[in-house]
């Protein structure tokens, strides 16, 4: 992984919202490294900071102290979203096609251009998805599909997901696991997500980032042990068990013992 | 909303309440004239006393008040729903002419208008107009946050957020609007021509069937004032749920 160049730089970040008695400190003292291409995970309490550290790394929100560094500071890369409420991220009133084509809409692309463009993608990763049908016909699985490749189609450097399979039933998450990983493994997009499901984070992440409580800081970085070849079955492993192991003592020192 | 069969029912009940409340003669026939009179009295009315242009007239009128109603109505409610401060700033200035009965403003209108057709046009223009506006207002303030953040982490400029977002997050409540406020103009035209006085308009026909008695006449007009109402908001409904079909699913 160390050959892989250095990406996002974030040092010492601090961001607080509100004044005085108001003031609501959010990230404290945060620094991270990403290198291009990772996939990373975040593991952290609700309501710790997560979102507002997503948002400072692409820079839709601004920082009080401290700096992120994209690229060494060169370029504003392209970044793809994927939240977890996907029913409220898609639009209804538009097919999965032109939900998936929706960035290109907005970047005023032609209707035949756009829609070639998504068949392009569908094909590329082989999704199986009806691009004629309406969102709201669609099971939760085939709706977050749809929103993951409405975040591909910019052919995003990095790719936020945020809580996206919190709201899904197991069996979907499995499926979409493996789908998660086929793009990160085709595309070679660095893929910063965010989970609420420890097992989901250690399965997926070449490293997991444990966040304390607010404000978040990192409370420990742990480094995969699975192998780069992922399967499912691997969750069985003895290496996911003793990752996990180590992953709930993290969580137990910071989330319950401090609060305690 | 499917009505079906039972949607008939009661219709047909209150005909057939009608025809024995008349067949037995509970009601004396000056007051209630018999369903068959009223009906016979409706088909004269087409065939000699030119009641066709009488519905041209108030349909010209209503047509004209309602689309401009709606033709301002729509773009200035979106605007105002669009921001959280405008809509604040607003709401109880349009709330208060919303609230205003537009006929009791007649006075004020003929003043303004004359007693031509300008006069019932604007009124069913204003009344159009504060229905619309607030309803599309309504519908634009509660557009989805997550779909509004949705376009804008996507890159989307305001007017392309308001364009492809907001216009169509309201749309459901804006079309409930413009249809509310389609049956209201009919209401506020028929009153106008009353009020006002015209050659020709279905109002102005249940005017002159008041005045000299006619109740025969009287009853036929207002059947046909129902169900023109009646059966143009039914195909409102029929186009309404065709344009937003993702309503309620």
Redesign the interface.
């Known amino acids: 992984m160390s050959d892989r160049p250095l990406y996002i730089e974030i040092e010492h970040a601090s961001k607080a919202f509100g004044e005085g008695q108001k003031r609501n400190v959010v990230l404290r003292d945060f620094s991270l490294d990403v290198r291009k291409g990772e996939f990373l995970t975040f593991f952290g309490p609700n309501g710790c900071g997560k979102t507002t550290l997503l948002n400072v790394i692409v820079g ?1 929100e601004s920082l009080d102290e401290g700096s992120v560094k994209m690229n060494g500071g060169t370029s504003r890369p392209r ?1 793809g ?1 994927v ?1 977890q ?1 996907y029913r ?6 538009l097919t999965v096609a032109e939900n998936i084509a ?2 290109l ?3 005023g692309v032609s209707k035949p251009e756009r829609m070639s463009k998504v068949e392009a993608v569908v094909a590329r990763f082989q999704f199986r998805i009806d691009l004629g049908a ?1 969102t ?2 669609l099971s939760g699985g085939q709706a977050q599909l749809t929103s993951i490749l ?1 975040a591909l189609i ?1 052919d995003p450097d990095i790719l936020i997901m945020d809580e996206p399979f919190s709201a899904l039933d197991y069996q979907t998450n499995l499926s979409l696991y493996e789908k998660v990983l086929q793009i990160w493994e085709a595309t070679g997009v660095t893929i910063l997500l965010v989970s609420h499901d420890i097992d989901e984070a250690i399965y997926l992440g070449e490293r997991t980032v444990f966040l304390t409580k607010r404000p978040a800081s990192v409370a420990a970085v742990l480094e995969s042990k699975l192998p780069a070849q992922k399967e499912l079955t691997q969750m069985g492993s003895e290496a996911f068990a003793s990752m996990k192991k180590q992953a709930l003592e993290i969580f137990r020192r910071e989330a319950l013992e401090k609060s305690a | 909303m499917r009505i079906g069969v039972w949607g008939f029912a009661l219709p047909l009940l209150c005909l057939a309440l009608w025809y024995l409340v008349t067949g037995l003669k509970l009601v004396p026939p000056l007051l209630v004239p018999s369903p068959t009179a009223t009906f016979r009295r409706l088909v004269g009315l087409f065939l000699h006393e030119h009641l066709t242009s009488d519905i041209g007239a108030t349909a010209w009128r209503w047509g004209c008040g309602y689309i401009l109603g709606c033709l301002i109505g729509v773009p200035f409610g979106l605007f105002i729903g669009n921001s959280r401060k405008v809509y604040a700033a607003s709401y109880p200035t349009l709330d208060f002419f919303r609230s205003l009965p537009v006929t009791a403003l007649f006075p004020l209108f003929l003043l303004l208008f004359g007693i031509g057709d300008s006069a019932k046009i604007a009124m069913a223009f204003s009344a159009a107009l504060f229905v619309v506006i607030l309803n599309c207002a309504y519908g634009a303030l509660q557009a989805k946050e997550t779909r509004l953040r949705a376009a804008r982490v996507f890159g989307a400029s305001e007017w392309q957020v308001f364009r492809w977002v907001v216009f169509f997050e309201a749309l459901p409540q804006t079309l409930s609007g413009m249809r509310t406020s389609l049956s209201l103009c009919l209401v506020v035209v028929i009153v106008s021509e009353m009020f006002i006085g015209t050659q020709l308009g279905l109002g102005q026909r249940v005017f002159d069937a008041y005045t000299v008695n006619d109740t025969e006449k009287l009853y036929a007009v207002l059947v046909l004032i129902g169900l023109l109402g009646y059966l143009i908001n039914r195909g409102f409904v029929w186009a309404e749920t065709r344009i937003v079909f993702w309503t309620g699913k």
Do not use: N
């Not at chain 1, 409220?88 to 009133?93: H, R």
């Open positions: 839709v970044v979203y939240f409420d409220g991220y898609l639009m209804p009133w929706f960035p809409r907005i970047r309406y709201y016909a409405r910019l």
